[in-house]
C-alpha cells in the first residue's frame, strides 16, 4: 500500500512536467508558423503524438495553464476571415499597387502627367521604329486649303511616331476636328507607309459678328478667325445667326443677277428677315416673307426705272402692299424747291 502510494506520489510531478513542456512546445510551434487558428489542432495532435495524461488531475492543470494563451491569442473574425480566405502574397500585391498610386498621385497633382505619358510614348515609338517601323512615306489626298505639314501637325503625326502604334482612328478624330476637314482616312499599311485622306470644306462667305469677321463654309462653320486676300471676294453676311442661314439666301439672291450685282452685303435682322446694303449705300428692307418676290420687284424697278442710280438712301418693301422709298437729304430738298417753284408759278398765272 505504502508502496503503491509512493508510486502515485512519484507520478503526479512528472505529469504535470510533462503538461507545463507540452504547452511550451505548441506555443514555440505556434509562434514559428504565426497561424493562430492552429493551436488548438496542434494542441490535439501533440496530445495524439506524446500520449495522454497519466492523469486527470494532469490534464486539467495542462488545459488551464493553455487557456490563458488561447483567449489572448484569437484574432478578431475579420482578421480570422481575411487570413483564412484570401490569397497569399495579397498584402505585398496591395502594398506595391499603393506605392505606384501614391507616385502616379504626385505626378498628376503636380502637372507632370502629360511630360510622363510624351516620354513613355517617344520611349515606345523610338523601340518600334529601331525595329524597322518608322514612318517613311507618307500619302495625302483631297488637300487644297492645307499643306502636307499641316495636315500631319493636325493629326498629330511627327518624326518620332512608329507607324506600329499609330492610332489611326485617333488620328482620324483629330483631322475631322478641324474645320477646315470635314471628312478623313487614315491607312496603315505595314512596315513604313501611311495614307491620308481628306475630304476640305470650301470657303463660302464672310461673316461679320460683334466687329470681327470670319470665313465661313456654307453649313456655317467658321473655317477661320481672320481673312487673307484670297477672300476678300466672297459675299459678305452680317449679324447673329446669319452664317447658319447664308446658305439659303445666297442662292435665292443668285437668282436676281442685277440685285446681287450691286449687293455689298446682306444683314440678318433679328434672326427673321433680311435686308440689302448696296455698294452706293442704299438700305433695302426685304419683308420676312415671300423674299423671292420683293427681289423679283427690285430687278424689274431697276430694269425700268434705273431705281438703283437714283438719289435715294432706303427702299422699304417690309409692307407687302407698298414700296417706300426714302431719297437723301439732297434729293429731298430738290424736290422740296422743285415744288415750292411749282406753286409760285402757278400763283403768277392765277393773276
Known sequence: MDGAGRLARSQRPQADLKAAALGAVILLREYASARVPRLGLGRSGSQRRHGKLSTRSGRAKADAALAPIVARETPPRMVEFVERYLPHRLGTVATVALLFGSVWLGIV???????????LSDTRNALANA???????????????LTQDEVLAIGGVTGRSSLLFLDA???????????????????????????????????FALWQQDGRLSVIADDGAVLEQYVSRPFLTLPLVVGKGAEGRARDFLALLARY??????????VFVGERRWNLRTKDGLD????????????????QLDQDERLFSRDIVAIDMRLSDRLTVQLSDDAAKAREDLFKDKKTKKKAGDA
Open 169 to 203: 482612328a485617333a488620328v482620324r478624330d483629330k483631322l475631322k476636328a478641324n474645320p477646315w476637314i470635314s471628312d478623313a482616312t487614315v491607312q496603315k499599311f505595314f512596315p513604313n507607309q501611311l495614307q491620308i485622306d481628306i475630304v476640305e470644306r470650301k470657303a
Open 257 to 266: 443677277p442685277q440685285v446681287r450685282a450691286v449687293t455689298k452685303a446682306a
Open 284 to 299: 433695302i428692307r426685304l419683308p420676312e416673307h415671300d423674299v423671292g418676290n420683293a427681289l423679283a420687284t427690285l430687278s
Open 131 to 145: 525595329a524597322g517601323f518608322r514612318i517613311t512615306a507618307v500619302a495625302i489626298n483631297g488637300r487644297k486649303q
Open 109 to 119: 497633382k503636380g502637372g507632370h502627367a502629360q511630360d510622363v505619358s510624351a516620354a
